[in-house]
């Protein structure tokens, strides 16, 4: 029997950023918390309580994407400074740069078995990459303007895009091919994703729609205009039954997808929400924006046993031919608008200027796909340093190296 729908709670800001907030994600087993910033770091939070946070230095621009591995033994980042960054996300903090754009690169996303990573880039492609072995395979490229987003599909057949050409994308992965483009777009399309079944895309644009197409019929189903400027970045509940936005009227925005309604608008944020993103298991969910906050909430509304749910659509990642998913079953497709009545939540957000949690800065490049650099390293806790004793002709020279991580 479901229980009564609680209302969404603020319950931790992190604060570590300098800068704008761009993006986040939740590792796997919901013990840790991604986000990448203006300052050009990626930082790593521990959600157990006064656990220490990670600050991941090396990008030399601003950080627009994170994405942990399936496994979450990985987390990858997208930056300005036109590279990817594949990162241990513990104290070693080891990184591996992979570079093929020729431009900004705007997101970054893994394929549901960990094998492949997808980027979008200003250079106008879409590129695939191989996560094993850290390389390069295969271009996208009939996009004919900067590329804001690409994402894998749960089942890792389908890719799907968007851009400034006001364009979304579906591509066939294994042909390589571009299979389908939807457009009717009033503004440059800002954030594409698949919902958890696969059956759905959803797509915001800079001019404040966000639009649910079915992918198999290729029809619009549901098209809601409950921003009042445009959506940066949104987020399906793992059920497929609910689905956050993002947007730079300060509002994070709730929508249920079953009743095609708009249901919680979230205040906290002291300027543009730019990242919004529920934890695997939808029981969380985190913002982030220009004011450099990053908070969580506790989601609270999601009252179906959506463990079993999740069950099923993780079944449903098979190599059996489509169609192999469930649907949302939208009331109509008529625009939704934003209703009166639906609950408005301002939460008290602390002073965001403390320095808590503790920070380590950690973080440098072991590998490059450029030209490989390996680094060994040892730790000397008495004088943070590394004593390489190196034998030339029977006499032993000691050479002292810094070591290139903060060590508590």
Excluded at 8 to 23: I, Y
Excluded at 351 to 377: A, H, I, N, Y
Aim: hydrophobic content about 35%.
């Amino acid at each position: 029997m479901a229980s009564v729908m609680e209302d969404p709670t603020l319950e931790r800001n992190f604060k570590g950023h300098k800068d704008v907030v761009t993006c986040a994600d939740f590792s796997p087993n919901n013990k840790q918390l991604v986000t990448g910033s203006f300052d050009k770091n990626v930082m790593i939070w521990n959600l157990t309580p006064k656990s220490r946070a990670f600050r991941f230095v090396g990008h030399t621009d601003i950080i627009t994407g994170v994405n942990f591995s399936p496994g979450g033994s990985l987390v990858a980042s997208s930056s300005r400074d036109q590279t990817v960054r594949l990162w241990t996300p513990s104290i070693k903090g080891e990184s591996t740069v992979l570079k093929a754009h020729t431009a900004s690169v705007r997101s970054v996303h893994f394929s549901s078995d960990g094998q492949r990573l997808v980027t979008a880039s200003d250079d106008k492609t879409v590129k695939v990459w191989g996560v094993e072995r850290r390389k390069f395979l295969y271009s996208l490229n009939r996009h004919t303007n900067w590329v804001r987003c690409a994402r894998f599909s749960p089942d890792g057949r389908l890719i799907a895009s968007c851009g400034d050409d006001r364009t979304v994308r579906l591509w066939d992965t294994a042909a390589r091919q571009c299979i389908n483009i939807f457009t009717d777009y009033g503004g440059s399309a800002t954030f594409v994703d698949f919902n958890a079944s696969g059956t759905c895309i959803a797509s915001s644009d800079a001019d404040s729609t966000l639009k649910i197409w079915d992918i198999r019929t290729n029809k619009l189903i549901q098209h809601y205009k409950v921003h009042s400027v445009g959506i940066n970045n949104f987020s399906f509940h793992p059920s497929g039954n609910y689905l956050i936005s993002a947007s730079n009227d300060r509002t994070v925005k709730i929508l249920d997808l079953l009743e095609g309604r708009l249901i919680y608008t979230l205040h906290g944020h002291k300027g543009p929400v730019l990242t919004v993103a529920f934890s695997r298991e939808g029981d969380h969910f985190a913002s982030g924006g220009a004011d450099s906050q990053v908070l969580m909430w506790k989601t609270n509304f999601d009252s179906l046993n959506y463990r079993e749910l999740l069950s099923r659509h993780s079944k449903r990642v098979t190599p059996d031919p489509p169609p192999h998913l469930t649907d949302i079953y939208p009331r109509s497709s008529h625009q939704h608008q934003a209703q009166n009545g639906t609950i408005e939540i301002n939460p008290i957000v602390a002073d965001t200027q403390s320095g808590d949690p503790r920070v380590v800065e950690v973080g440098r490049v072991l590998f490059s796909t450029l030209g490989l650099l390996v680094r060994t390293r040892a730790v000397d806790c008495a004088n943070r340093a590394v004593r390489i004793y190196l034998q030339h002709s029977a006499n032993m020279q000691c050479q002292e190296i810094e070591v290139n991580a903060v060590l508590i």
